[in-house]
């Protein structure tokens, strides 16, 4: 089954539920709810329904942890809401995957002020009162993305000629964005500023969502006349709005960045369309956090690598790596069971898998 495919199928389960409750015992033995899982929605990118949702469900199972696992689908107030419902049944810990900062740290104080815990969740909320975040290296990300373009201009020739490169960042709403926008900066400003690259149009995506990002890089083309020569896309999502207006004006591929390694990222990959993604092995994070919500659980303190500054305040943090993948190296995806062949290679793409 494709991940698109797979996706529709677990959406219908989630939005038939109002949570999924993994236990070690039943319903009838344990009523109360232990841990809150609060996910964001379901188009911004398809982990959020095909991995995080059933890899925290499988996790709290194993522990013998009760957990009310649920989908905001990018609605805050449908999110507090959820917090609420998590509370009332006797959630201890959040894990929370913050829509926009404001309503994010105000379900976290939720917790926090009842003498729960909260765990930002691959994003972290700012001014929040989390225990833990755990999160991809964010800053390695964006600078994965950076390089893997620069790459990919040399290649066709183009990165001794001044190039244009476009930049479409993530949602604001996500402290994520900024943290891989810090890694496009840091590779790609000295480049702008001693004239080895151009600076062309740079705008951040509302929403993560390709029904934006398409119109703001047709926009973009307008203004460049069509002249643009490369461009970081914040993840696959947004590149694949890209390549969809390079289709709709009869224009060549681009180098051109993603994230998640998506089956159709994976795709644009082997056709020429993406010259890569930055893949996050999204079981390693779930595991993470699913780790620190039951040593919380149990009175113990999580383990953590690092911190993030929170403020003024040092936040306990999980950071996990994170890996370019081309078309060099794109069947690791397969090997360590995170894309099926079948989900990349059928239809028109099986002739790129070789």
Same mark, same amino acid.
């Given at each position: 089954m494709s991940l698109s495919r797979k996706s529709v199928a677990l959406l219908g389960v989630f939005a038939a539920l109002a949570a999924v409750v993994a236990s070690g015992a039943s319903a009838a033995h344990k009523a109360s709810v232990q841990v809150c899982v609060l996910l964001p929605d379901t188009k911004s990118s398809v982990r959020w329904v095909d991995f995080d949702a059933p890899d925290f469900a499988k996790a709290f199972k194993a522990a013998g942890v009760s957990a009310s696992i649920t989908n905001a689908l990018n609605d805050p107030q449908k999110q507090k809401a959820q917090a609420q419902a998590c509370l009332a049944a006797g959630a201890k810990v959040v894990i929370e995957t913050a829509l926009d900062n404001g309503s994010a740290a105000s379900i976290e104080k939720l917790f926090t002020s009842k003498g729960g815990y909260a765990i930002d969740y691959d994003r972290q909320v700012l001014g929040g009162t989390a225990s833990v975040y755990v999160t991809f290296d964010g800053k390695a990300v964006g600078v994965a993305q950076a390089k893997g373009i620069i790459a990919a201009m040399k290649a066709k020739g183009i990165y001794s000629k001044k190039p244009v490169v476009a930049e479409l960042w993530g949602g604001q709403t996500d402290q994520n964005a900024f943290w891989f926008k810090s890694g496009n900066d840091a590779v790609l400003n000295p480049l702008f500023a001693n004239g =080895?690259? =151009? +600076? $062309?149009? /740079? /705008?951040? @995506?509302?929403?993560?969502? &390709? =029904? *934006? &990002?398409?119109?703001?890089?047709a926009q973009m083309l307008v203004q460049k006349g069509n002249k643009i020569d490369a461009a970081i896309a914040a993840n696959d999502n947004i590149a694949g709005a890209v390549i969809a207006q390079e289709k709709a004006k009869h224009l060549k591929p681009i180098p051109l960045s993603g994230q998640d390694a998506t089956a159709q990222g994976v795709q644009y990959i082997l056709s020429g369309w993406q010259s890569g993604t930055v893949f996050k092995y999204v079981p390693l994070e779930t595991k993470a956090a699913a780790a620190a919500a039951i040593a919380l659980v149990k009175g113990q303190k999580p383990k953590t690598n690092t911190f993030r500054l929170n403020g003024k305040k040092k936040e306990p943090t999980i950071t996990l790596p994170v890996e370019w993948i081309t078309k060099a190296n794109y069947k690791t995806l397969f =090997? /360590? $069971?995170?894309? +099926? +062949?079948?989900? @990349?290679? *059928? $239809?028109v793409y099986a002739q790129y898998c070789k």
């Open positions: =080895t690259l =151009t +600076k $062309g149009p /740079q /705008q951040f @995506v509302p929403g993560w969502l &390709a =029904t *934006n &990002a398409g119109p703001i890089f =090997t /360590q $069971g995170f894309l +099926k +062949k079948s989900d @990349v290679c *059928n $239809g």
